[in-house]
């Protein structure tokens, strides 16, 4: 079987910075909740998988939405009880962040503008077995990563700092967080998540689902319906 391919860098472009910035930002946020969401780590600070130290109100219900679907993929692996118990309840650091990637791309595969039916749900490719499925559907993702790994995130990021992947198939999507996990699940990781699922999904899509609400609401920075399913189910509907 011949290597995948890596997925292809290219710039951020400045209108897909200001539209998907008017999608996830509502009129009436100031610096504080833009920073709020910047702060927020997506690292497990526990001993068990689903467990994230949250230091500010805002974004519980993306951090709980991830978790459950760091968690999900796991279990649908079809591993033993013995295999699935310690990576949920003692999982090495390796562990934590193959279940965490895995999870921020079933997510971004999920809310792809394709059509068909939504693909199956992947396990963490060290839990995979014979009859799931593998790397060659093709998707159309947008992974947004730091030109920089070093460069620190804050309330906001330049065009200039950021690039994007443009992933063809789910491995690629793996591959490209993998190789930024670090920049995902630290401080600064959520703000790429949301640029990644809106880039990805197409603003004016979310637009019209959010019915020209914004993935965050309102000057308190929390988050919304339409955010939490979009990660859930791949589409930001609210009702």
Same mark, same amino acid.
């Given at each position: @079987?011949?290597?995948e ?5 290219? +710039?951020?472009r400045e209108?897909?910075l200001?539209?998907a910035s008017?999608?996830?930002? &509502? &009129?009436t946020s100031?610096?504080?909740v833009?920073v709020?969401? %910047?702060e927020q780590s997506?690292? &497990?600070? *526990?001993? !068990?998988?689903p ?5 500010r109100? /805002?974004p519980c *219900?993306? $951090?709980a !939405?991830v !978790?459950?679907?760091?968690? %999900?993929?796991?279990?649908?692996s079809q591993q033993e ?7 949920l309840?003692?999982?090495t =650091?390796?562990? #934590?962040?193959s279940?965490?990637v895995?999870a921020i791309a079933? %997510?971004l595969?999920r809310?792809q503008?394709? +059509?068909?039916e939504?693909?199956?749900?992947? %396990?963490p490719?060290e839990?995979?077995v014979?009859g799931?499925k *593998?790397?060659d +559907? #093709? ?6 990563v &730091?030109? =920089?790994?070093g460069?620190?995130m804050?309330?906001?990021?330049s065009?200039e700092s @950021? ?10 999507v793996?591959?490209a967080?993998l190789?930024?996990a670090d920049?995902f699940l630290?401080?600064g *990781?959520?703000l $790429?998540l949301?640029?990644s $699922?809106?880039?990805t ?7 019209? =689902?959010?019915?020209y609400?914004t993935?965050?609401? =309102? +000057?308190y /920075?929390?988050?919304t319906?339409g955010l939490?399913?979009?990660?859930l189910s791949?589409e930001?509907? !609210?009702?």
């Amino acid at each position: @079987m011949a290597a995948e391919e890596s997925p292809q860098g290219r +710039e951020l472009r400045e209108e897909e910075l200001q539209s998907a910035s008017g999608v996830v930002w &509502p &009129p009436t946020s100031g610096d504080d909740v833009r920073v709020m969401w %910047a702060e927020q780590s997506l690292w &497990p600070t *526990g001993a !068990s998988l689903p467990s994230i130290f949250q230091p500010r109100n /805002g974004p519980c *219900g993306l $951090l709980a !939405s991830v !978790s459950a679907m760091a968690c %999900a993929a796991v279990l649908c692996s079809q591993q033993e009880d013995a295999v699935l118990k310690a990576w949920l309840l003692r999982p090495t =650091d390796a562990q #934590k962040t193959s279940a965490y990637v895995t999870a921020i791309a079933n %997510a971004l595969v999920r809310a792809q503008c394709a +059509e068909g039916e939504p693909l199956a749900l992947r %396990a963490p490719a060290e839990l995979r077995v014979a009859g799931l499925k *593998g790397g060659d +559907e #093709k998707v159309n993702v947008r992974v947004v990563v &730091p030109v =920089d790994a070093g460069l620190g995130m804050y309330a906001t990021f330049s065009r200039e700092s @950021m690039m994007v992947l443009e992933c063809k198939t789910p491995a690629q999507v793996e591959q490209a967080l993998l190789r930024h996990a670090d920049s995902f699940l630290r401080e600064g *990781g959520l703000l $790429l998540l949301l640029y990644s $699922l809106c880039l990805t999904a197409n603003p004016a899509q979310l637009q019209q =689902d959010l019915q020209y609400g914004t993935l965050i609401a =309102d +000057e308190y /920075g929390f988050c919304t319906q339409g955010l939490v399913n979009l990660v859930l189910s791949g589409e930001a509907v !609210s009702a």
